[in-house]
C-alpha cells in the first residue's frame, strides 16, 4: 500500500523524507508526483488544492499534518465515511502555551506600545500589570487549551475555561456550554481562542461576544481566522471596549495586503506560527496510524465527523 502526501507550503520534501525514513517499506508519493491516482487509500494532508480529492476515488483514510481539521471536514468531495485522524502531540500543546504567554506578558508590560514609541522616538513610561493581577480566559479546553492552562496557572496567573463539557482540573475554573458562556466571558481580561472551527463555532469572536468581556479586554486568536467576524473585531476596538488583540489566524492566508488589520495599530499579527508541527515528533504517530490503518486497528486522534472536531 502507498501513501500520497499534499501540502502545498513547500515543507513536501523535508515530510516526505522523514515519513519514507521512519518506514522504509512503505511508498510515499508527493502529489505533484507521477502516482497511481486510482490505488490511492490513505493520504497525509495540510491544505490541500480545490477539488484534488476528485483525483482520488478510492480514498478511505485522511491523516491531517495538523491539530486542526477543519479544510478537510468542509471539502465536499471528502465522503462522509472517510476516516480523519489530526495531531495531538506535547510539543505541539507547548509550542503554543509558550506563543501565547509570549503575547499575554508582551501586553501586561506594554512591549508592543514601546515599540510603536521607539520608532517614533518617544520616551514615555506606561503602567505595566502583574501576572496575579490578570485572569486569563481561554476557550477551548482540549489538547492545548489544557496545557496552556497549566503553564499560566504555573506562573500565577488566574486561569478560567470554557468549553463544552465542565472539566475537573486543578489549574483552571471551568465553565461550559452557552448557559455559561457570559459568566465566562465577564471575567476574562484576556481571551484566548483555541477552539476547533465547526458549524458552531465560526463566527463566535463578534461583537456580541466582545461587549461581554470586561472593558479594556484583550483578545488572542489562535485558533483560526472563521471564529472572527474581522469588522466587529475593529469597531469594538475603535470604540475603545478593547484594548487590542493579537491575531495569527484569518480568513485569507495570507491576509490580503489591503486588510483594514495590516496597518491597525491595536493589532498585532503573526503569519499563522503560534504552533507549527515538528516533524520529528508528529511522524511516529502518522505511521503509527496508517499501520492502524492497514491491520484494521482503531486508529488514534480520529476526529468525530458529526461532531466537526
Ligand atoms: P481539541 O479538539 O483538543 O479541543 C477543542 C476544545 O474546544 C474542547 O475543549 C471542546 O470542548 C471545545 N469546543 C469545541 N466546540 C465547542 C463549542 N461549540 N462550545 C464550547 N466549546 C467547544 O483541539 P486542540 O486543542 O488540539 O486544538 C484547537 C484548535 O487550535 C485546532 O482546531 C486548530 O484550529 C487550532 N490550532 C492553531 C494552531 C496555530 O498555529 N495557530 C496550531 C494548532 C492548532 P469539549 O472538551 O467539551 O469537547
Ligand atoms: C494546526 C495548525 O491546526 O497549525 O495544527 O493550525
Redo the contacts with the bound molecule.
Sequence with gaps: MSIVIIRQDGKIESWQKALQTEAPNVKFYSYLEAHPKNEIEVAIVWKHPKGIFKEYPKVKYIASF???V?FLLTDKDIGEQVLITRV?DPV?AND?AEFVLAVILSKLKNLDKYNSKQVQGIWEPEQYKRIEEMTVGI???????TKLGDVLNKLGFNVIG????LKKLDTLISY?GEGQRDEFLSKSEILVC?????E??RGILNRKLFEALPPQAYVIN???GGHLVDEDLIDVIDEGHLSGACL??FHDEPLPLDHPFWKHPKIFMTP?????SDVDAVVPQLIENYFRYKNGLTLINQVSTKRG?
Design positions: 495538523g491539530a486542526g477543519d495531538v505541539l503554543m476557550m477551548g479546553i482540549g489538547a492545548l487549551g470554557w468549553s463544552g463539557s461550559a483555541l477552539l476547533p472551527l465547526t458552531q463555532t489562535v485558533a483560526r495569527d489566524v499563522h506560527v503560534a504552533s507549527v472536531y
